[in-house]
């Protein structure tokens, strides 16, 4: 066998191990990412699942409404800087903020973070958008944009699923009434 023949094996033999590494590189890189996802999942649903979380959201839904009727309201709640009973604001828009930006930058699937959490998110940026509006106006016009664009991707999902996206072909279970 010539030179010349060894020296080509040689190559397609390097060749294939280079591209061997970068194929095993890339699985590597996904299963990473798919890490990542699972990690960022969690830390949403940790964080709505915890005490504070629900007393600031109940608040949110069941108290801040009324609240808002005054109209120097707005106002005092951001000028005291979410102090006391309306640090949970911060709290909640904080996490839709994170979780905004998770999906935008591709850490989170919008798909599955608006199967998860679209209803709460809408529900949350309807009731707290007269604060982030005042906000704006005043302060820094930039708050919250993720926040923002989660409500929005959450809102056309709502509006393309409203009955929720259960699979096509896949029998009902049957719903049994109070007995």
């Known amino acids: ?14 060749f294939i191990v280079i591209a061997a590494s970068a194929i095993a590189a890339l699985l590597q890189l996904r299963h990473m990412r798919s890490g990542n996802q699972i990690a960022a999942y969690n830390e949403c649903r940790e964080t709505m699942e915890s005490a504070d979380f629900r007393r600031a959201l109940q608040f949110i839904r069941r108290e801040l409404p009324d609240r808002l009727r005054d109209p120097g309201s707005v106002e ?3 000028r005291d800087r979410f102090q006391e009973e309306y ?6 828009a904080n996490l839709f903020e994170s979780m905004g930006l998770f ?11 608006c199967e ?7 529900d949350c940026w309807e009731l707290l958008s007269p604060i982030i509006a005042f906000i704006r106006a005043q302060a820094d016009p930039g708050i919250w944009v993720n926040f923002e664009y ?18 096509a072909g896949v029998e009902r279970m049957p719903l049994k009434g109070p007995v």
């Not at 066998?1 to 390097?14: D, Y």
């Not at 999906?103 to 973070?113: L, R, T």
């Not at 989660?150 to 699979?167: C, T």
């Open 1 to 14: 066998m010539s030179a010349e023949w060894v020296t080509a094996i040689a190559t397609a033999g390097t």
């Open 76 to 78: 005092h709640i951001v």
């Open 87 to 92: 640090s949970g604001i911060r709290m909640v």
């Open 103 to 113: 999906v935008k930058s591709g850490m989170m699937e919008e798909k599955i973070a």
């Open 116 to 122: 998860l959490w679209s209803g709460i998110v809408v």
């Open 150 to 167: 989660m409500a929005a991707i959450s809102n056309r999902y709502n509006h393309q699923f409203p009955q929720g996206e259960y699979p």
